[in-house]
């Protein structure tokens, strides 16, 4: 489904107020959206809201051998997906350029930055490394898409823990949870995305665009920084033209930004680890506010199943018995067989030609062709031209295997009939 | 295909030329246009041949690479195939529009190759079931102007023949095998292309039949033979393309006629790549530009 | 990596897990539901009825388009097959007549696998459609049963549960008529045990739509 | 590796165990591939059925004495689909061809499923395009589809036979049946071999498929290459194929005739298709 | 008969309920009648084993290839089977040319619950050297007319291939490590159950087994029960569609009993008949 269009209207209005330094949310220019995070039941789980843009991480691993070029270092792989859920827009298993664009930019936030030490999750070099898979879905779309993703992807990497692995030998061992405790990833430092977007050919800018804004804006400038304000990867785009000092003072507010996110991210961590450690209850469950009318919960139910047994009984003593009277099957040759004798099908004598494969198999002759007859039901009425006629243009069914055994006659034999070939038939059965 | 829309009358004139034996642009029937050939002209290639056929333009490009060898052939080499229709060529080969005359073509490619005497491919092989070279042979369609068939093949053979590649020695350990580069750029592996096969296209028109189509030729055409001969006029490919059918004694004219053209082709590329070949490093480049 | 949560020990009782349910909480999606049961949570998403591709198009009927959305990776064929049997589920209780020449998108995102999946992401749907107020005959949902190698049955099982059980059953009911609307097994079981888990599911499916109904006066209450 | 999502997953990689027959074993099994001597322009013993596929507009059933079993159906004539609204009014009719095996029907290891042969399908819409009236179907499309079950050798020329069947049976206009042999040549040199087993043609130096239109006497399809030869060669196989098909014909034209036949008795109600039928077998 | 036909066209539902009235079908069949069952083996000689299903005009052929793979990290002692549906252009024109659509899919998925639910061939089974070296069944079943009821014919045309699967014996080199097969000798594959599947639709309340095409279009709902040769379930597959009480259900596993029995009875038969040749 195509996406609704902003009208010009809507477009005028959104524009006069960012002229006037207004948004539509009350935010001011450099004001970010409400920051949530909440982790699931499993390590490496977690959804980040920015304001009602949701997106869901989750990490997972798995040993597998190396790339050959990089025999000791670990594989990160990345995958945003635009779910259907979040855009109507969005069409399922598409490669959208969109897609793309963002699922490059979260590679180069996040892996060519370094910020996971990939030689870290090498087994045995060469062998087996770890392969650490990032699967991002957005579930809700309302702008900013890089900046939730790009939080959320670092949020699940450091939530996540692996399994502990021990190497003996050549022997791999696998830990479960119970046996060892899984280990976290080694993490140098957490890269953000921060998104700017720019009206009116540079000459507004607003940090943590919505989705509306985003639809009426000129370019888009995304900065990637750690909390030492390293820049991890910077990219504009929309063909705006910069001044320098715009782009120095974006990457200013990014530096302030990624330090706030960053703590939050760090408080949220904490709390989480503090929560599962002193066996307290976790997970989506508990972040869903209670107050909320549009949420509710019971605690667990019992369910009352005396009589169940009695019930099924009663329904099994009812019904009918399986019917004892049974179809006889009717074995046409070796290897088809037949039961019922309802509708005639116009597939009719498929197997026949089937069944001249079992003939060569078999050193059987006339017996077998009297049996492909038979499945076609008229017995033997033509049977007898079949063997001595050649052919004979009647009706019955079985006429329909023509059969060129050309081994008879030789030679010049542009003009043969085909019925020294069906006559040829019969010593070449022989000679089987 | 990349192909022209003509009016009736147009056709009409063509194939009224035809039969005088005077087409178009003023060849007979069995003239192939002025072919400009250039080797080396990619340097990051192992080997690489720019082919102008009239308006036909072909860049190949060959590179090779290691691999493991196919497990049914295990000390035999390979060679891959991959037709590039750039939309530059044509509009219509802009997004997926080029792809499927692009597997005809390298599906054409790869069944002139499939044959043990066109390249030796055992040379290839470094040591069996574990290392072998693959030459992945790109071709890009630059321009089309009509016998891409024809162009195409002259462009793999010249490309072959300018084919270099490094000489590996293998180093037996107590621990397992090594592969060793040879240090000297000039210690080479050259392939023998005698009999690499050019493709001769006949196409049909009207009663007679012409080689090296133009675009224009084309459009009259309803069936054409394709066929790929080698140097000594041996016959190892054989294809009618298009909508139309062939009378069987034509056919049997078309491969005469095939034979024929095919080893002219041969002996008149052979001696223009040899003849650069002597220039060595005097040779001036031409290039994309000349 | 399973850290599943200790269920509360209820003796030997058949017991659901803690069910939680909010409605309308994506601000796109014409309907949306997130459904957690135990551990397990599901969200779903609901777009319709709106324009539909003609070459989808169905001249006197909606066409329902069902999404299931694995966690880790790309939907397979698994997911496929899951996502037809909501599909034909949601197809004979939504009233899909009344919306002829239309699209029904219902995209479903599992948040965590903790056991009874396949009912959870009923249960999800069943509240999205309420949630996107979409005319339906009855409501349904959808309840997992596990049978041990005693043939005791486990309502509502969770991870561990189902992998050790011997066979698990999972059911579809409305809420009409308690019939089976879907019905999908995994492992091999008598026929006294399937027709036990039936009741024992049409039991569970009472407290489910109570919990429905609860939960929609609940968010019709404060108006 | 992409992974195919829509099929059911097995493992990464397999092998075909025909690899690991130790070569000795192998050896002692060559001998019998290499036939004594045959008669190289005997044709292989050929079953052809017609009409048998109940949803299919026309279908036919071809099968060789070697293995071979080829289906082939064909749907249409139907609006042509694609060309993205922008051409519009294309006089004739497109003929979509696909050819594709079945996942077990080679010998050694399965061929992954679902992948086209770009080239045998070109092939045999090259060879069918000439046979029927495309100018009788503006705009629509004929879709021809040939799969083959197992294959025993001469698998395409199989398949043109069945195509040819099957859109005769569809009731599509044609100016002439298809009729088509397979060739190829031993690897020690020496004659041509009409419609070679599965052993022979593995073995063969070069393979050549010709499709004839038998009435008319015109090559509709040719498609062959090998080891090189003399054009002298190469015609000498020509000339045997078309002996060859020539002979198929009178084969395919019966077992046309039987179809029509049998659809006139069984079903009188339905005239459309009794009508139809004969009317395609009798313009050739 | 061009009237009806009309008819027919028109107003499909009104003309089948008018046949349903008098207890039978448009094909003449009772409402609890199968179509004729025709089963052939081993007529593909380039798969390891093959059976041919027709039930009535539904059409499927199986062919199970053997190859060798290494077995799964998780399970080393396991092989594999890799059952898949196919339902090419050729088999209706429902369907579109190109990777399988979504009943295809669905149907591979329901074949492979199958195979791991009943256990039909333990995995186990299949496993040549631990950890090192195993079997891969790939199944495929192609249908070649489709004509309903396709998930009863994909599971007899998949058992009966089964049974006729010979498998070479096979033995480990010592020196080189490789395996070595030897084609000469062969033996069959050790079949632990044998499920097999009884469909039904649904229609105004009523069940009618083995649907036609037609039927199925029709039909406000199918359900499908495999059973094994003990009576035990290994699918009871209902995706969606009208509802279902338990007591009708029981009338769908009774006549499956019987169909299971019948179907046995048939492939007992036939593989007896290949043996004794």
């Known amino acids: 489904m195509k996406e609704t269009p902003l009208s010009n209207c809507e477009k005028r209005f959104l524009l006069r107020a960012i002229e006037e330094r207004k948004r539509l949310d009350g935010r001011q220019c450099y004001d970010y959206r409400n920051i949530r995070i909440s982790f699931g039941t499993d390590y490496g789980c977690c959804i980040v809201e920015l304001g009602k843009t949701r997106v869901l991480g989750q990490v997972s691993c798995e040993l597998v051998s190396p790339k050959p070029n990089r025999a000791t270092e670990g594989i990160l792989f990345f995958n945003l997906e635009l779910s259907p859920m979040a855009s109507p827009a969005f069409e399922p298993g598409r490669q959208s350029d969109l897609l793309v664009k963002l699922n490059r930019l979260l590679e180069r936030c996040l892996r060519n930055s370094k910020c996971i030490d990939t030689e870290s999750l090498c087994v045995v070099a060469g062998e087996k490394v770890w392969q650490i898979r990032v699967d991002l879905h957005l579930l809700n779309h309302n702008g900013n898409i890089i900046d939730a993703a790009s939080i959320a992807a670092i949020v699940a990497l450091c939530h996540f823990r692996r399994p502990d692995v021990s190497v003996q030998g050549e022997e791999v061992t696998l830990y479960t949870p119970e046996e060892r405790d899984p280990v976290p990833l080694s993490i140098h430092h957490m890269p953000i995305c921060v998104s700017f977007a720019f009206f009116q050919q540079g000459t507004y800018l607003l940090v943590d665009p919505s989705e509306q804004e985003e639809r009426v804006m000129d370019g888009l400038l995304v900065i990637a920084m750690n909390k030492h304000c390293e820049i991890c990867t910077i990219q504009s785009s929309g063909g705006i033209m910069l001044l320098k000092d715009q782009v120095l003072l974006c990457s200013k507010v990014t530096g302030v930004k990624v330090a706030e996110i960053t703590e939050l991210i760090q408080k949220a961590l904490a709390n989480d680890q503090k929560v599962r450690k002193e066996g307290g209850k976790f997970g989506f469950a508990e972040s869903i506010p209670n107050q909320r009318i549009t949420a509710f919960k019971i605690e667990q139910a019992t369910i009352d199943t005396d009589d169940v047994q009695e019930q099924a009984e009663e329904i099994i003593a009812k019904a009918s018995p399986p019917s004892e009277v049974l179809a006889n099957p009717v074995l046409w040759a070796p290897g088809t067989a037949q039961i019922g004798e309802g509708v005639e099908n116009s597939w009719g004598d498929f197997e026949e030609s089937e069944k001249e494969e079992e003939e060569e198999e078999v050193a059987q002759d006339k017996s077998t062709t009297d049996d492909q007859t038979m499945e076609m039901g008229d017995t033997s009425v033509g049977n007898q031209d079949k063997k001595d006629e050649t052919i004979v243009l009647s009706d019955s069914e079985e006429e329909d295997v023509i059969i060129l055994e050309p081994e008879g006659a030789q030679k010049n034999r542009t003009e043969t009939s085909y019925k020294q070939d069906i006559a040829s038939k019969k010593p070449v059965s022989k000679k089987k | 295909m990349a192909s022209v829309v003509l009016s009736e009358a147009e056709k009409v004139y063509i194939m009224h030329g035809v039969q005088e034996d005077l087409r178009v642009d003023g060849r007979s029937c069995e003239d192939y246009r002025c072919a400009e050939v250039e080797t080396d002209v990619v340097s990051n290639t192992s080997g690489s041949a720019r082919v102008k056929l009239g308006h036909t333009d072909i860049l190949v490009g060959v590179k090779a690479e290691m691999g493991t060898p196919k497990l049914d052939k295990p000390n035999e080499g390979s060679l891959e195939f991959f037709v590039d229709c750039s939309a530059n060529a044509t509009p219509e080969f802009e997004g997926r529009g080029g792809e499927e005359l692009g597997t005809e073509i390298a599906n054409t490619l790869y069944r002139i190759f499939n044959n043990e005497s066109s390249i030796d491919l055992k040379l290839l092989c470094i040591n069996p079931r574990e290392h072998c070279w693959v030459l992945y042979v790109d071709v890009l369609l630059l321009e089309c102007g009509g016998n891409l068939f024809d162009a195409i093949s002259l462009a793999v053979k010249a490309a072959l023949f300018n084919t270099r590649i490094p000489k590996v020695r293998v180093l037996e350990d107590e621990g397992g095998r090594e592969i060793e580069l040879s240090d000297d750029p000039f210690d080479c592996i050259r392939l023998n292309v005698d009999n690499v096969p050019c493709i001769v296209t006949l196409s049909k028109i009207g009663h007679r039949h012409i080689v090296d189509a133009t675009l224009q030729e084309e459009a009259c055409s309803l069936a054409s033979l394709l066929i790929s001969v080698t140097s000594r006029g041996a016959l190892t490919c054989m294809k009618k393309m298009g909508r139309g059918s062939l009378d069987p004694e034509s056919i049997f004219e078309m491969m005469e006629t095939g034979k024929r053209v095919g080893k002219l082709l041969h002996s008149s590329l052979q001696t223009v790549l040899d003849e650069e070949e002597n220039l060595g490093t005097a040779r001036k480049k031409v290039g994309f530009l000349g | ?223 | 590796m992409p992974l195919d999502h829509r099929r059911v997953p097995g493992p990464e990689e397999s092998q075909s165990p025909l690899l690991f027959v130790p070569s000795s074993a192998q050896d002692g099994e060559a001998p019998p591939a290499q036939e004594a001597s045959r008669d190289p322009t005997a044709l292989q013993p050929l079953f052809a059925r017609v009409g048998l596929l109940s949803q299919a507009k026309g279908s036919a059933y071809v099968e060789l004495d070697g293995g071979t079993k080829v289906l082939c159906a064909v749907a249409g004539p139907r609006e042509a689909a694609g060309g993205g609204g922008g051409g519009g009014g294309e006089p004739r009719g497109r003929l979509v061809c696909e050819f594709r095996r079945a996942p077990f029907s080679g010998r050694g290891a399965r061929s992954r499923p679902g992948e086209r042969e770009p080239e045998l399908s070109l092939a045999l819409q090259e060879a069918l395009e000439p046979a029927v009236r495309l100018a009788r179907y503006p705009r629509a499309q004929l879709e021809v589809s040939a799969l083959v079950l197992q294959d025993g050798g001469s698998a395409l020329a199989a398949a043109l036979c069945a195509a040819g069947l099957a859109l005769a049976d569809a009731g599509v206009e044609l100016y002439d049946l298809v009729a088509a042999c397979a060739l190829c040549r031993p690897p020690s040199g020496g004659e041509w071999l009409l419609q070679p087993r599965e052993a022979e043609e593995r073995a063969a130096a070069a393979r050549l498929t010709v499709a004839l239109l038998p009435s008319l006497n015109q090559v509709a399809g040719l498609l062959g290459s090998g080891q090189g030869g003399a054009p002298d060669s190469w015609a000498q196989a020509l000339r045997l194929a078309l002996d060859g098909c020539q002979r198929l014909y009178p084969l395919l034209r019966q077992s046309l005739l039987r179809a029509a036949k049998r659809a006139a008795t069984a079903e009188p109600s339905e005239e459309e298709d009794a009508a139809e039928a004969p009317a395609a077998t009798t313009g050739t | 008969m061009a009237a009806a036909g009309g008819f027919r066209t028109v107003e499909p539902l009104e003309y089948y309920r008018r046949f349903l009235k008098e207890n039978c079908r448009p094909d003449g069949r009772e409402l609890g009648e199968f179509r004729t069952t025709t089963v052939n083996v081993g007529s593909i000689t380039t798969a390891d084993g093959s059976a041919l299903v027709k039930l009535g005009n539904t059409t499927v052929i199986c062919g199970i290839k053997a190859e060798f793979a290494v077995p799964p990290v998780d399970s080393s002692n396991k092989g594999y089977i890799v059952p898949n549906v196919d339902l090419p252009l050729l088999c209706s024109s429902r369907f579109r040319p190109g990777p399988p659509g979504e009943e295809a899919q669905a149907a591979s998925q329901f074949m492979a619950d199958v195979i791991e639910n009943s256990q039909v061939v333990m995995k186990e089974d299949l496993c040549i050297v631990d950890g090192k070296l195993a079997w891969v069944l790939y199944c495929d079943m192609i249908c070649l007319d489709y004509d309903g009821n396709l998930l009863d014919a994909c599971m007899c045309a998949f058992l009966a291939a089964l049974k006729n699967v010979q498998l070479p014996a096979v033995s480990i080199n010592e020196e080189t490590g490789l395996a070595e097969v030897n084609l000469k000798e062969k033996t069959p594959l050790t079949i632990r159950k044998e499920p097999v599947a009884a469909s039904f639709i649904l229609f105004d309340s009523l069940l009618i087994v083995d649907p036609t095409a037609e039927e199925e279009d029709l039909a406000t709902g199918t359900v499908t029960i495999v059973t094994d040769e003990e009576g035990k379930l290994c699918a009871v597959h209902k995706p969606g569609g009208s509802t279902l009480t338990g007591a009708k259900l029981q009338d769908c596993i009774s006549r499956a009993v019987t169909r299971h029995k019948e179907v046995k009875k048939l492939l007992d038969k036939l593989i007896k008949s290949k043996k004794a040749k």
């Open chain 3, 1 to 223: 990596m399973e850290t599943e949560q200790k269920r509360f020990d209820s003796g030997d009782l058949p017991a659901l897990r803690r069910i939680l349910c909010e409605q309308g909480l994506l601000s796109r999606p014409d309907g949306s539901a997130s459904w957690i049961q135990g551990d397990t949570s599901v969200l779903v998403g609901i777009y319709g009825p709106t324009e539909v591709k003609v070459s989808k198009e169905i001249y006197d009927k909606a066409t329902f388009e069902v999404l299931l959305k694995p966690k880790i990776g790309l939907p397979g064929v698994y997911e496929r097959s899951r996502e037809q049997m909501i599909k034909k589920t949601c197809e004979a209780v939504v009233l899909g007549t009344l919306h002829p020449r239309s699209s029904i998108t219902i995209v479903i995102q599992v948040v965590t696998d903790a056991g009874s999946l396949l009912s959870s992401c009923l249960n999800a749907t069943c509240m999205g459609l309420v949630d996107a107020g979409l005319p339906m005959n009855s409501l349904f949902c959808g309840v997992t049963c596990a049978l041990d190698a005693d043939g005791n049955i486990t309502l509502d099982p969770a991870m561990k549960q189902e992998k050790e059980a011997r066979a698990v059953l999972t059911f579809a009911i409305d809420s009409a008529e308690k019939k089976i609307l879907m019905s999908n097994t995994k492992g091999s079981c008598s026929v006294e045990e399937l027709q036990q888990c039936i009741a024992a599911s049409q039991r569970a499916a009472d407290t489910i739509f109570q919990f429905y109904r609860d939960s929609a006066h609940r968010k019709y209450s404060k108006w």
